[in-house]
């Protein structure tokens, strides 16, 4: 993936080595970035529930659809990704939640994520939920050179996630940070954005070498990892978690430690659309205080990626 389609602008991360840790966790193999294939709600057009608690907080459109329109990229399990024709995950399921406080269905359509922001500037979609990082030049509508290229978006944050290690199940070398990877053996998949922090963490190690093994995948590096030759592997916390969970039915590895290098993920609603980015927030928090928010957490085994409270443009 190029430098736009990087989901963590923050760390500048690759989503590639995120698709290579869904294929060894034995997760499907998923649709290409252009697919339109809906889910959630996408049934159900038009159908509201006047009675919930949240309705009359929506724009008069959205309540006379009865759905609001989200645009994502479904290829990053577990946040987002396509089973059995269905878009599933973190963020559907946060979404369905959302929904049952506002009364209205949440559209799912998969597309480009670099064609997202764009969606909503065109009125195409709604919303904008595809694990986001909610950055500043997000926000004002900068590049990567800061040159002017929209009018920015305002984030509703919902999620919290940085990187983490990947461990042998049990955690044997007792690696809980990259301090406790010097005079050890890593793998990684190759040109990522993880490889050079562990190249930066390299250096620190000086003459306690860290050695660095590079793979073309990042299935290939965890199947090193799994086999006892390097004692960790690095990715996106969601995809770490999410690989302990499911790779060899959970028993092949274990998330090390803390989360490292931790932002914000945004729900991007335009900046002329207020009403609706309000009344997301405020559904937000009220399924925060009733705790369907932390039942999704949960499911998807990242309850340490909870916020406490939704914020707007909080990401830096």
Do not use: H
């Amino acid at each position: 993936m190029t430098a736009s389609t990087t989901r963590r602008t923050t760390a500048a991360r690759s989503r590639i080595a995120a698709v290579g840790a869904i294929a060894v966790a034995g997760a499907l193999i998923l649709t290409g970035c252009g697919d339109q294939t809906e889910g959630n709600g996408s049934s159900n057009s038009g159908k509201t529930d006047n009675s919930a608690p949240l309705f009359s907080k929506l724009p008069k459109k959205i309540q006379d659809a009865g759905v609001v329109k989200v645009g994502s990229d479904t290829a990053y399990a577990p946040m987002e990704f396509v089973d059995g024709g269905k878009i599933v995950g973190v963020d559907p399921d946060i979404a369905e939640a959302l929904g049952k406080q506002l009364g209205v269905k949440f559209q799912f359509t998969s597309g480009t994520f670099d064609g997202l922001i764009t969606s909503l500037e065109t009125g195409r979609q709604d919303i904008a939920m595809s694990s986001i990082t909610d950055n500043k030049k997000r926000q004002e509508g900068l590049d990567d050179k800061g040159q002017k290229i929209g009018k920015g978006v305002d984030f509703v944050d919902y999620f919290s996630s940085g990187v983490s290690l990947l461990v042998k199940k049990g955690n044997p070398q007792n690696i809980k940070s990259l301090d406790d990877l010097c005079g050890k053996t890593v793998a990684v998949q190759r040109g990522t954005t993880y490889e050079d922090a562990f190249k930066a963490q390299a250096e620190k190690c000086g003459d306690k070498k860290l050695t660095i093994e590079a793979f073309d995948t990042d299935a290939e590096a965890q199947t090193r990892v799994k086999a006892g030759g390097a004692v960790a592997d690095l990715n996106d916390f969601p995809v770490t978690a999410y690989t302990a969970k499911t790779s060899g039915g959970g028993q092949d590895f274990e998330v090390g430690g803390a989360q490292a290098d931790v932002g914000l993920f945004g729900i991007a609603v335009s900046k002329e659309n207020t009403q609706l980015r309000d009344a997301l927030k405020e559904a937000l928090d009220a399924i925060i205080k009733d705790g369907s928010y932390a039942k999704v957490l949960e499911k998807w085994n990242v309850k340490d990626s909870a916020v406490q409270s939704a914020t707007i443009n909080a990401g830096k």
